[in-house]
């Protein structure tokens, strides 16, 4: 029986590994309920809205003392968006940059990533706000995902600086000119209503810098999230004999130092560098990590 479209988006999109779907649709999910009931309050049918709650309660305030009273806004601001054009730009480059991000590195590096990324975001923000030339008459806050964007765009333009896409106006671009257009104009852009996200988004994006620099030199932060369960199974201690099946297993996964020269190889040549069997042990390096 042939398959139907809407279960084979559903495997193809959320059965898969990525995280970056999921991130996706909390973000249009509430984009879509603060509208819906938007529009609700403007037909009179419901008094409340709840784009002002949003606002008030869920978005990063720039006010210390705001921000001590609502702490979970250090997590709730990255997935709140009110504009159509921010959430549709944000939600298409974390699809096209996050997906080229997992192609080298696992899944566990990119949460962690945009995870620490969006914390940072929320610590640095708020102390923005004892700094006076960022003070505002009004109460001022941040939303949306631009702080943790920052960071996987810088990440990946750190990684494979040479690595080549192809854009319908320009030809082909390296992902580290791509990169640098991106954090400039975003920063500008951002900088013109809101000067302490500007500087914000500069300090997450070199966090993904730096990442990745120390990615490079062997520290991996995001082992931070590599949760080691005890195996339940009983050992039985046996006289120095081993199946085959666990030679060649062992020998088919890529150790550490190997995966570190061939990231090293990318961030100088770039990814198309690599010859065939260095791809396939980053391939191997990244799915067993997954």
């Keep these: 029986m042939k398959e139907s479209v809407l279960k084979a988006f559903w495997r193809d999109t959320y059965q898969s590994r990525s995280p970056i779907p999921f991130i996706i649709s909390v973000q249009v999910l509430i984009f879509v309920l603060i509208h819906l009931f938007e529009l609700l309050g403007d037909l009179n049918v419901l008094q409340f809205s709840l784009g002002g709650f949003i606002n008030t309660h869920l978005t990063l305030p720039l006010s210390p003392a705001r921000f001590i009273e609502q702490p979970w806004t250090i997590i709730s601001y990255s997935f709140v968006y009110q504009g159509l054009f ?36 929320g610590l640095i923000y708020p102390v923005l706000g004892l700094v006076p030339v960022f003070q ?30 192809r854009l319908l106006l320009f030809g082909n671009v390296t992902l580290k000119n791509l990169a640098i257009v991106f954090i400039a104009l975003s920063a500008i852009f951002i900088g013109m ?71 090293d190889k990318i961030s100088i040549s770039g990814y198309d560098s690599l010859t065939s069997q260095e791809k396939e042990v980053l391939f191997k390096a990244s799915n067993d990590e997954r």
């Design 136 to 165: 505002t008459s009004t109460p001022l806050s941040f939303h949306g995902a631009s702080f943790a964007l920052g960071s996987i765009v810088a990440a990946i333009a750190t990684l494979v600086p040479k690595s080549e896409i």
């Design 86 to 121: 921010q959430i549709l730009f944000d939600c298409l480059w974390l699809y096209w940059i996050g997906n080229t991000f997992l192609n080298f590195l696992n899944t566990r590096q990119f949460l962690f990533l945009y995870i620490s990324a969006v914390l940072l975001g």
């Design 193 to 263: 209503v809101n000067k302490a996200g500007a500087v914000t988004f500069l300090f997450t994006s070199f966090w993904g810098l730096f990442f990745i620099r120390a990615l490079q030199q062997g520290n991996d932060f995001s082992l931070f999230f590599q949760i080691r369960k005890r195996s339940k199974l009983k050992v039985v201690h046996s006289k120095g004999i081993k199946s085959a099946y666990t030679y060649r297993h062992q020998s088919d996964l890529p150790n550490q130092e190997e995966v570190d020269e061939i990231l």
